[in-house]
Structures are given as C-alpha cells and as structure tokens.
C-alpha cells in the first residue's frame, strides 16, 4: 500500500506556506467531483501541488475575480495558512484574499 503523503504530497497545505501569506497565479481551475458534493482543484503557476478549493474559498474567489471561472486563469490571489474548528477540534486551513505585492517564484516541493 502507498504511503499517506505519496496520497495527499500533491495538494497544497497550510504548512507549505511556512507561516506566511504567499501570492500565487492561478494556472487552471477545474471542478472535482467527490462523493459529497464537487470541489474546485486550482493549478498554480509557481508551485506543482494542486490547490483544492472549498466553498468558502470558492466564494472568497468568485466574489474577487468575478463568477466565470474560465477568466481565472492567469490571475493573482494571496493565500493565507491559518486554522478553522470542526467539531471541538482545531485544523490548518489556507484561506483566499485579495493580491498582495509579495508573490513566491515558488515554494518548496
């Protein structure tokens, strides 16, 4: 059987953000479809995992850069590691803002 970060080593994580807000340009959005419900999967020109999106950052990203995720592409976010609670318990989480000045080249694979 494979290991857990061979599994999930290709998805962004809060800890990939070494504790700091980091800007990205969306590369490619495509929808995920999962057994409870579809999530958005972003490509990120300055990294190689794959940025999956929940709602609330689907929201945060359709109310910045507009509803037609085909003119995403090529436009700048900042994300942000931080946590959330879920069931008395205390998760990181990355969480979707407006552009910054400071963007990455990239981040450590």
Known sequence: ?????????????A???????AGFTI???EE????DGKILSLELEETKKIFLCNRTNGDALAALLGDE???WSGKR????????RFSGRVYPTIYVKAPK???VTSIEE
């Open 1 to 13: 059987m494979s290991s857990y970060s061979n599994v999930f080593g290709k998805y962004l994580k």
């Open 101 to 103: 000045n400071a963007f």
């Open 27 to 29: 590369k490619k959005v």
């Open 69 to 71: 995720m085909d003119s």
């Open 15 to 21: 800890k990939d953000l070494n504790g700091k807000a």
């Open 77 to 84: 976010i900042t994300l942000i590691p931080g946590e959330t």
């Open 32 to 35: 995920v479809e999962f057994d």
